[in-house]
Every structure is written in C-alpha cells, then in structure tokens.
C-alpha cells in the first residue's frame, strides 16, 4: 500500500510540470470551456423567454392560459435539451482532455525514465570499460538516486575484491563464495572453501587470544593479525549482505594482505627503538667526558702542587679527546643518513697511514699489556689513490675494539696484503684480528647497523657510540669494497676489510729517497720548530674572545708576533693598511659584519703586491668536506678545524711560513 501512494504522489510530481511546461495543454483547457459557455447561454436564454412567457401569470393559473402553457413547456423542452447536449459536449470534452492528458504524460514520463537509464546505462558502460573510480554520488534520493547510490555500494564492493581477497558469508559466517585472491591466501580451492566457517578459512586457531570474529561482528573490522606457521598478516573488513527487505543475512568480507605494512612498521618500531637506545647511549657517552673535564678542571684548580695540575690536565686532555670522538661519529653517521657523506681521494703513503694507526692504538694496548703485532705485505705498492683519512678511520676503528674488547695480556694483529692487481687498480685487504670476547651469530646480523651494537649490555661494560662499523662499512662500500667478520663467542673475532685503490706516482723528488713511516723519521724539535718561525708576524681574525685567548697562549712561546681582528670586516681594513707586515692570515669563518670566506674575497681583490700570495689558512669549526672546499674557492690556502689539534696547528703554520721564507 505504502509503495502504491509513493507511485501515485510520484505520478503526480512527474505530471505537474509537464502540464505547466506544455503550453497546448493550457491553450486546449481554454478551448474546451468555449462550448460549455455558449451552451449555457442558450440555456439561460431559454429560461429567460419562459419567465418572459409567464408575463405575471402565476404557475398555478397556467390551466386557464393554454397558449402561454404551451410555450413555457417548448422553453423547458428547448433548456433542457440545451443542458443535455452541454453535459454530452462537456463529457466528450472531459475525456478528450484526459486522454490528452494522459498521453502528453506518458510520453513525458517515458522520456524522462529514458533519460534516468541511459544515465544509469552510461555509468554502468564506463565502469566495466575499466574506469573503476566513477561513482554517481546522486543529489536526489528518489528511486533513480537509491538505485544510483547501491551501484555506488557495488562498485566499492567490486573495487576492494579486486585489489584484495572477498568473501561472501551468511550471518553464521560460512562461507557461501569466496574470489580468487581469497583462495589464493587461503590456499583452497572454491570447491574447499564453500561450507567452510570463516575461521577455518583464515587458519585462525581457536585458542588464541584475539579473535577476529568477534571483531568482524562488533566493530566489522580486524586488527592486523598473523596467521600462525605462516609469514603472512591479515586485515579483514566486513559489511553486511542484506536481503531485500533490508534484513542483515549474511557478510562481505574484504581481506587485504598487509604483510609488507606490517613488516615496515615493525621495522619503524625497532628503529625508533633502537635510536631510544642510541640517545640514552648518546647521553652517557657525552655526559661521561663532560663529567670528568668539569670534574678535573674543579680539582686542577684546587690543587696547590703542580704534579696535580698536570694529572689532572691530562686527563681532561684525553676526556675532551673522547667527547670530539663521539660528535665526529654522530656528524658522520647523520651525513651517511643525509646521503651526503663523501671521499676526498688523494695519493697518500699507505705504510705511513699503518703507522699512524698503529701509533694512536699503541699506548692504549700497552695499558693493558697486549700485543700489536702489525704486517705489511711488501707486494703492496708505497703509494695509492684514495681517501687514506677515511681508510685511517676505518682501520682505528678495528684496532681500537680489537683492543677494547680484549683482555689484558691478550694478543691483536694488524695485517695487510695485496689481494689482487688489475692494471693500475689493487685490492688491499686488511685483516684485524684479537682472541678477545667474541661475538655471537645473532649478534653478528645487528653488528653493522646504525644505532645498535652487538649487545645492548656492551655499551654499559665498555662504552662506545655503536656508530663506528656503521660509518665504517659506509666508507667500505664507497671504496668498491666489503667489509665482514669471523668470530665466535669466547674465542676472539678477525675482521676482514678489502679496498680497491688505484695505484700512485711518488714525487719526483720521492723516486730518490726511499719512503719511511713516520716512526723512522728523525723528529724536529719543539724548539727547532718555533726557531724557523720566531720573528714572523700572523693576522688572527677571530670573534670568540677564549679562542683568540687559546691561540696566542699556543704561539707565546714561539716569537712570532700575532695581530688580532675582531671580525671579517677588521681584517680586511689591517690588511689594506699594511698588507706588507703580514706573513700568514689564520681565518676564523663565521663572524659577524663580513665572514672570513668574504673577507678573504676582498683581501685577494686587493690592488696591492702581495695580495695574492699571502698564505691565508682558515681555522675554524666547520669541518665538513664541502666546508673546506668552499674555503678553498674563496682564495684560501689551507685549512685547521676546530678543536685545534696543537701538532697541526704548528705543522700548517711552519708549512706556509717556510714557503714565504724560500720565496
């Protein structure tokens, strides 16, 4: 009954507008009621003539009046065959109008239905040619707009179960279809899986502690959920199927595979813990250093004698040492992160970068009484092309958890050897191995990571960042090489390192004079070195007041006379006013008004002599590869970082001074 009132006020919605909009209706409406007036004149008239006919008689003294009786009846025979035909001709008028009425409807109501499902018809097309993201999204909710919007529903539907699995349940969830991804995950065939329970289906055991059937029913949808003895993991969403009174009979389930999403936010969280790890590590790396130079400073400053001072001067000396270790690591590590970490290939001694790893290692090995025994394969050729800073760095980086992670009395090697030569290319390999704690296989798979370290324990037993194999297999692999370990638990490891570098040209001076390492050369003098610089004069443009304090305490001793410039800007006017009296420029970067780089510009635009040739050097915290190529696009000549190593420090200042003396 309720549907048959919707089709009658439909009608009706549907018929208005088209007798307003049709204009020969209205004008066919007027036309018939032309008759049904005239009719109804005549009648009137006839009504009239026999009031006209009575002429003051009254109707009960009609007897006596045969004449005027006869005409009062032809009047009423004539008005009432004037209303019958007008009754006639409106009936006939009446059923013309609905029969017009009803076809101008018909037509109307069949062009719009037309329309409605060549809109349906046009949607339809274009979804099964492949567009799978039409949608009607109707504006109306009439019928055409219920039905729009359940094609909507289904095209949903049909989405999801290509692009993931679908199954078809009744309300006790078994199983009445299923697609062909479904099949897939489950590893059934249709013929299996029909008349399956759903748990069945997913291999969800009844025992566990989350049930995704519960979840399916309450809240029609799963958390993630591994299937157990299999690798996968599972995400399944439900709706209901209804019948067609709207009555829930059974479900639709989609089930999508979010094994790899899984996968990645499990490798999210281990990260994020593993950074966790690394900053409380972070903390207690710097925080240990920190401690003992404020620690060491407070007592040097309290003690009377100066045996005390010293102790204590040495060992925030070697405190500051291992704070400078740590923040090195962490600048690596985050430029290999930024993608930003690179060589700078030079031709360098590879005996001599051995022995300066061998010298750093050497007095830490001596504390506890181990042995170096260090090789070098004669086969390898004196001098290579290639990063030996970065090689150094890997290399200290063995050595130094070799002897780390060894006991007292114990025994390290350092050795290498020329593994192959094609052309002008050689394979070093460099093998570093210690009868120390070991390492375990599982261990073993975290050991080259980044934030981690073989076990978590050891940083609280021996220290360290856990960046250093990281950074170190960074720099491997950009050499074209590997780097891999041997080890068991309890019986010490072997690190394995190979390099390709390509063979170098000694100097031309070199060729006479057969290279030595450093341990072999004959060692200059502390006074021997401030000799060949005393009487010089050096410009310091430094803003930092304890760094210009830290520099002229380092060059009291020498007799060289030093000249301090606040900034960029004082520089550059001391040189213009004497450019003459200077020697060497040791440059500070970041200063206020002009910054060194600047002020280097302007002091080589000079339009004096000597302009050029002023050895300028920067000294300065910025560190990076990029930093001192930007220093050397700038005009200077070298570079010092900061901290100032001390040895470099005079190494660099004799260098340029000693050119300015020969030239």
């Known amino acids: 009954m309720k549907l048959m009132k919707n089709r009658v006020w439909s009608s009706v919605y549907y018929a208005l507008p088209v007798i307003?909009?049709?204009?020969?209706?209205?004008?066919?409406?007027?036309v018939s009621a032309l008759p049904l007036v005239v009719f109804s004149f005549f009648a009137w008239r006839h009504i009239m003539g026999m009031g006209?006919?009575?002429?003051?008689?009254?109707?009960?003294?009609?007897?006596?009046?045969?004449?005027?009786?006869?005409?009062?009846?032809?009047?009423?025979?004539?008005?009432?065959?004037?209303?019958?035909?007008?009754?006639?001709?409106?009936?006939?008028?009446?059923?013309?109008f609905l029969v017009a009425l009803v076809v101008t409807t018909s037509l109307r109501l069949a062009s719009f239905l037309t329309g409605k499902f060549a809109w349906l018809m046009y949607g339809v097309n274009r979804f099964q040619a492949g567009e799978r993201q039409f949608r009607f999204r109707p504006e109306q909710r009439d019928e055409f707009g219920l039905l729009a919007e359940c094609f909507d529903g289904m095209a949903e539907n049909v989405v999801r179960s290509e692009s993931g699995a679908m199954v078809i349940t009744d309300i006790d969830l078994t199983i009445l279809f299923a697609n062909q991804n479904g099949l897939d995950i489950a590893g059934k065939t249709l013929e299996e899986t029909v008349g399956?329970?759903?748990?069945?289906?997913?291999?969800?055991?009844?025992?566990?502690?989350?049930?995704?059937?519960?979840?399916?029913?309450?809240?029609?949808?799963?958390?993630?959920?591994?299937?157990?003895?299999?690798?996968?993991?599972?995400?399944?969403?439900?709706?209901y199927l209804l019948d067609k009174k709207s009555r829930p009979v059974g479900y639709i389930i989609t089930i999508d595979d979010v094994t790899e999403i899984q996968r990645a936010r499990e490798r999210a969280?281990?990260?994020?813990?593993?950074?966790?790890?690394?900053?409380?590590?972070?903390?207690?790396?710097?925080?240990?250093?920190?401690?003992?130079?404020?620690?060491?400073?407070?007592?040097?400053?309290?003690?009377?004698?100066?045996?005390?001072?010293?102790y204590c001067l040495t060992k925030v000396e070697e405190a500051s040492?291992?704070?400078?270790?740590?923040?090195?690591?962490?600048?690596?590590?985050s430029k290999i992160e930024a993608g930003k970490f690179d060589l700078s290939p030079v031709r360098f001694h590879f005996e001599s970068m051995i022995q300066r790893v061998v010298?750093?290692?050497?007095?830490?090995?001596?504390?506890?009484?181990?042995?170096?025994?260090?090789?070098?394969?004669?086969?390898?050729?004196?001098?290579?092309?290639?990063?030996?800073?970065?090689?150094?760095?890997?290399?200290?980086?063995?050595?130094?958890?070799?002897?780390?992670?060894?006991?007292?009395?114990?025994?390290?090697?350092?050795?290498?050897?020329?593994?192959?030569?094609?052309?002008?290319?050689c394979t070093i390999e460099i093998m570093v191995a210690d009868n120390g704690i070991g390492i375990s296989e599982e261990q073993q798979g975290r050991l080259f990571t980044a934030y981690g370290q073989a076990d978590r324990s050891t940083s609280?037993?021996?220290?360290?960042?856990?960046?250093?194999?990281?950074?170190?297999?960074?720099?491997?692999?950009?050499?074209?090489?590997?780097?891999?370990?041997d080890s068991e638990e309890g019986r010490g490891t072997t690190f394995y390192v190979t390099v390709n570098l390509e063979r170098g040209q000694p100097d031309a001076e070199e060729t006479a004079v057969v290279p030595q390492p450093p341990a072999a050369v004959e060692i200059v003098s502390e006074e021997e070195q401030h000799d060949s610089i005393r009487g010089r004069r050096i410009l310091l443009a430094e803003d930092i007041d304890i760094n210009r304090e830290i520099v002229l305490a380092l060059l009291e001793d020498t007799g060289v006379t030093v000249d301090c410039a606040h900034n960029g800007r004082e520089a550059?006017?001391?040189?213009?006013?004497?450019?003459?009296?200077?020697?060497?420029?040791?440059?500070?970067?970041?200063?206020?008004?002009?910054?060194?780089?600047?002020?280097?510009?302007?002091?080589?635009?000079?339009?004096?002599?000597?302009?050029?040739?002023?050895?300028?050097?920067?000294?300065?915290?910025?560190?990076?590869?990029?930093?001192?190529?930007?220093?050397?696009?700038?005009?200077?000549?070298?570079?010092?970082?900061?901290?100032?190593?001390?040895?470099?420090?005079?190494?660099?200042?004799?260098?340029?001074l000693s050119q300015t003396v020969s030239g």
């Open 359 to 425: 010298d750093v290692n050497r007095f830490l090995a001596d504390d506890k009484n181990q042995t170096l025994a260090v090789t070098v394969d004669p086969g390898i050729p004196p001098y290579l092309n290639g990063d030996d800073q970065r090689l150094a760095q890997v290399v200290t980086n063995l050595v130094s958890n070799a002897v780390k992670f060894t006991g007292d009395r114990g025994s390290i090697t350092l050795a290498a050897r020329l593994a192959e030569e094609r052309g002008t290319v």
């Open 52 to 96: 006209e006919s009575l002429g003051g008689i009254a109707v009960s003294d009609l007897v006596d009046y045969p004449e005027q009786a006869a005409r009062i009846s032809l009047h009423i025979d004539a008005a009432i065959k004037d209303m019958q035909r007008t009754a006639i001709v409106q009936l006939v008028l009446m059923l013309s």
């Open 269 to 310: 969280e281990r990260a994020s813990e593993a950074k966790g790890e690394f900053l409380y590590n972070m903390s207690h790396e710097i925080r240990t250093p920190l401690g003992a130079i404020i620690g060491m400073t407070a007592i040097g400053l309290a003690a009377g004698d100066s045996d005390r001072k010293d």
């Open 460 to 485: 609280r037993v021996y220290g360290g960042t856990g960046l250093g194999l990281a950074i170190s297999r960074n720099i491997i692999e950009q050499m074209g090489g590997r780097i891999w370990l």
């Open 20 to 30: 307003l909009r049709y204009k020969i209706l209205l004008i066919f409406m007027f």
């Open 572 to 656: 550059v006017d001391m040189c213009t006013a004497a450019l003459c009296r200077y020697d060497l420029v040791l440059m500070d970067i970041q200063m206020p008004e002009v910054d060194g780089l600047e002020a280097t510009r302007r002091i080589r635009a000079l339009d004096m002599p000597g302009a050029a040739a002023l050895p300028i050097v920067a000294m300065t915290a910025n560190v990076f590869r990029e930093d001192v190529e930007r220093c050397m696009a700038a005009g200077m000549n070298g570079h010092i970082g900061k901290p100032i190593d001390i040895t470099e420090l005079f190494t660099t200042i004799n260098k340029y």
């Open 196 to 239: 399956m329970h759903y748990r069945d289906f997913c291999c969800f055991p009844a025992d566990s502690e989350y049930d995704p059937i519960a979840a399916l029913k309450s809240g029609f949808e799963t958390d993630a959920y591994r299937l157990p003895d299999r690798d996968i993991t599972l995400k399944g969403t439900a709706q």
């Open 321 to 333: 040492k291992h704070l400078l270790g740590v923040i090195n690591d962490i600048l690596d590590i």
